[in-house]
């Protein structure tokens, strides 16, 4: 009999995050082999996909879903841990059937949406591509009312535009524009009043050190405050695609007015873990110190 040591249990169990005593029955089995005792325990339909859970899943791609007559949209991530796998059929079959369904039923609530049978096949996928796959979110724009158009660029970032008014082609140019420059709100009366005051306190902070007379500093804080509203307002932006008209006027000039509008980004958010692959390999080859 193989002699089972404490080191080699931890290992396993660091490895697969099972429990110390299924870790050392498997090593029992394996007569100490801990490749095979990994690959006896993988054959446990569980095994994988709750271990790959506690991954970080921070690729993938974003879809839209656009209705034929513009009136509602859908935008949604689906993420893999390796950008590799994003690019797999398997994965792309599996986002884009999860898209046309939250489409279909105008479901944002990322549980419901993965209720049932989605979420089946969610957890097959872990089992067949190896990796944490997580949806992460979904976004619905729209009503009878309004004008809905999209853009995605690549499959890295995805926005919607809602419009009253305008048609089809101001909505996608506005919607590259947000994609591009990534606007906070549609205007500056969106802004909250504890983000405007926590500006407002930076820039007088920082216009005080200036040395200059409280009323020139009261000058500066304002015109300071102007250009941040500006810069973070859509409708204040200059458009991408010609600097010198601004996106509200744009707009308007179309007779149209921005409603609302939503941006997505692959992997905005998520916390990666940084990986040192050189101390890893050392490490492997017992040449760390």
């Not at 990534?182 to 009366?189: G, R, S």
């Not at 308007?252 to 050189?278: H, P, Q, S, Y």
């Amino acid at each position: 009999m193989a002699n089972i040591t404490a080191g080699l249990v931890k290992e396993l169990r660091e490895r697969t995050g099972l429990g110390m005593m299924e870790c050392k029955k498997a090593l029992v089995a394996s007569e100490g082999d801990i490749e095979v005792a990994i690959d006896n325990l993988r054959k446990d339909s569980g095994l994988k996909a709750a271990k790959k859970a506690g991954r970080t899943a921070a690729e993938g791609i974003v879809l839209i879903r656009v209705s034929d007559d513009a009136t509602s949209a859908m935008a949604i991530e689906i993420n893999s841990e390796t950008d590799f796998v994003a690019r797999d059929d398997n994965f792309l079959n599996f986002a884009n059937k999860v898209a046309d369904v939250a489409f279909k039923t105008k479901q944002s609530d990322i549980a419901a949406l993965m209720s049932g049978d989605l979420e089946a096949e969610r957890e097959a996928l872990v089992q067949k591509i190896g990796e944490n796959i997580s949806v992460r979110r979904a976004e619905f724009l729209g009503s009878s009312d309004s004008l809905v158009a999209g853009y995605t660029h690549g499959d890295r970032i995805a926005v919607l535009v809602e419009l009253k008014g305008g048609n089809p082609e101001l909505g996608r140019d506005v919607a590259m524009h947000v994609a591009a420059i990534n606007p906070q709100y549609v205007n500056a009366d969106q802004v909250p009043a504890e983000v405007l005051e926590r500006e407002k306190e930076v820039v007088k902070a920082q216009s005080e050190g200036s040395g200059k007379p409280a009323e020139i500093i009261e000058k500066m804080v304002v015109g300071r405050i102007k250009k941040f509203l500006a810069e973070i307002s859509l409708v204040e932006q200059p458009f991408v695609k010609d600097p010198d008209t601004k996106v509200g006027a744009l707009v308007e000039a179309a007779d149209a007015e921005v409603l609302g509008f939503t941006r997505i980004e692959v992997g905005e958010g998520i916390e990666k873990e940084e990986v040192d692959f050189a101390k890893e390999v050392a490490e492997a080859a017992g040449l760390s110190s």
